[in-house]
């Protein structure tokens, strides 16, 4: 029903500096689906702060959650580059 953050990743592949959680599933019809996280994507920053696990980044999105803001803006790794993702809770 969610997307799975399934596990920290840092990699020598793409670049000796890139960390953050690796996104491993998408389920259909989510908000992240909606924002257009796919599968193989990494999540390297949440409210403007580094992730580099998905402890982190479940931390991220429950303190914005607390603090009744509607999304929470992704930094997330591609392998066309980095972008910017906005991650809404809720349908408006």
Same mark, same amino acid.
């Given at each position: 029903?969610?997307?799975?953050y399934a596990?920290?990743?840092?990699?020598?592949?793409?670049?000796?500096? =890139?960390?953050?959680? =690796?996104?491993?599933?998408?389920?259909?019809?989510?908000?992240?689906?909606?924002?257009?996280?796919?599968?193989?994507?990494?999540i390297t920053?949440?409210?403007?702060?580094?992730v580099r696990?998905?402890?982190? $980044?479940?931390?991220?999105?429950?303190?914005?959650?607390?603090?009744?803001?509607?999304?929470?803006?992704?930094?997330?790794?591609?392998?066309?580059?980095?972008?910017?993702?906005?991650?809404? $809770?809720?349908?408006?």
């Amino acid at each position: 029903r969610h997307t799975r953050y399934a596990r920290d990743w840092s990699s020598d592949v793409c670049s000796s500096d =890139l960390s953050g959680v =690796l996104i491993t599933g998408v389920a259909p019809r989510t908000p992240a689906a909606r924002a257009q996280l796919q599968e193989g994507l990494v999540i390297t920053r949440a409210d403007n702060r580094p992730v580099r696990t998905v402890a982190e $980044f479940r931390a991220a999105v429950e303190g914005v959650k607390r603090s009744g803001r509607p999304s929470i803006l992704l930094s997330v790794w591609t392998p066309q580059g980095n972008a910017l993702v906005v991650l809404k $809770f809720a349908d408006e």
